[in-house]
């Protein structure tokens, strides 16, 4: 069965702290995705990686960054936390046909 | 850049009746591929369907099925015989054929109700 876990169902963090979102994916996918999603908004993506230390910008990727050291895990990291960053993480993964994706983070930053 | 739009934010649905969800889009492509994926309650997203643009005939899933119109730039989502597990929020989302990592761009999103 395929598989993408994320590190964390709940996050509260406070503002300034660095927070890392981690996500790992077990069916050797070399493309990997970091969305955030917000009510009325949809899907938007953060970063995302065709290849181990490759990384491209997505649609909004102010305040974040991203790591990928090993194909099967792609970390999101927010540098210093804002409370504009509260919202619902969700890693996915995928080859030419489809993307599979985690059950999500829910990150509160107070 | 390609956008997707999805102009009913949110549906209800006897049990046992069908209901249409719209989706359109915009691209300049003539290749590419088009996706439902729901989000029930516990946040899961699930691939619903698939249609490739340059398949003529609209795919099937079961109770799902899909009306493509490439020229209208238009994907609609009908669930028949609806049951209550398909209470859940809509995600029409696109892929380019072409370009790195198959990047998907999403609606907003319909939020389906299903009522006994």
């Known amino acids: 069965d395929v598989k993408v876990t994320q590190s964390s169902r709940y996050l509260v963090k406070r503002t300034g702290e660095k927070v890392f979102l981690e996500c790992v994916q077990d069916?050797?996918?070399?493309?990997m995705f970091w969305y955030r999603q917000d009510p009325g908004l949809g899907l938007r993506l953060i970063y995302f990686s065709y290849d181990v230390k490759m990384k491209e910008k997505g649609d909004i990727p102010e305040g974040y960054s991203v790591s990928r050291e090993k194909k099967e895990r792609f970390s999101l990291i927010l540098e210093s936390a804002s409370t504009n960053q509260t919202s619902m993480y969700l890693c996915?993964?995928?080859?030419?046909?489809?993307?599979?994706f985690g059950p999500g983070t829910r990150l509160t930053v107070l | 850049a390609q956008t997707v739009t999805q102009s009913q934010p949110e549906m209800s649905v006897q049990e046992a009746e069908t209901v249409t969800l719209s989706c359109t889009y915009d691209?300049?492509?003539?290749?590419?591929?088009l996706f439902w994926y729901k989000q029930p309650p516990s946040r899961q997203m699930i691939l619903v369907i698939r249609q490739e643009a340059y398949k003529q005939q609209n795919a099937t899933e079961n109770r799902f099925s899909v009306n493509f119109q490439k020229a209208a730039k238009s994907f609609s989502l009908k669930i028949s015989d609806s049951q209550l597990g398909d209470a859940a929020m809509y995600f029409c989302a696109y892929r380019s054929h072409t370009g790195t990592a198959s990047k998907l761009t999403f609606g907003t999103g319909t939020r389906l109700q299903v009522t006994l």
């Open positions: 069916m050797d996918h070399e493309n």
């Open positions: 691209t300049s492509e003539s290749d590419y591929y």
């Open positions: 996915a993964s995928g080859g030419t046909r489809t993307q599979f």
